[in-house]
C-alpha cells in the first residue's frame, strides 16, 4: 500500500490549518486508505503522461516551512 505523510490531516492541527489543507487531506487520505481514490490517481496520471507524451513523471511537495527557516539561519554552511 502507498504511504503518504498525513501531518497536515491530524485533529491536533490548527482548525484554520485543516480547514487550508481540506482539499489535499482528502487526496491524501484517500490515495492512503481508499483503493478506488489509487486507482482513479493512477489512470489519470497515466492518460496526462500520454498525452504529453512522457515516459517519467517525478512527484514532490514544498519543503517544509520549519526546515526551510532552519536553512536559512546565519550558522548555514555556505
Excluded: Q, W
Excluded at 60 to 70: C, D, E, L, T, Y
Aim: aromatic content about 8%; charged content about 30%.
Amino acid at each position: 500500500m502507498l504511504k503518504f505523510h498525513i501531518f497536515r490531516c491530524k485533529p491536533s492541527r490548527p482548525k484554520g490549518a485543516r480547514e487550508r489543507n481540506k482539499e489535499i487531506c482528502k487526496l491524501i487520505m484517500g490515495l492512503t486508505y481508499d483503493e478506488a481514490t489509487r486507482s482513479m490517481f493512477v489512470s489519470n496520471l497515466k492518460a496526462k503522461m500520454t498525452e504529453f507524451n512522457l515516459e517519467v513523471v517525478y512527484l514532490a511537495s514544498p519543503p517544509n516551512v520549519r526546515i526551510a527557516k532552519k536553512l536559512e539561519s546565519p550558522t548555514r554552511l555556505a
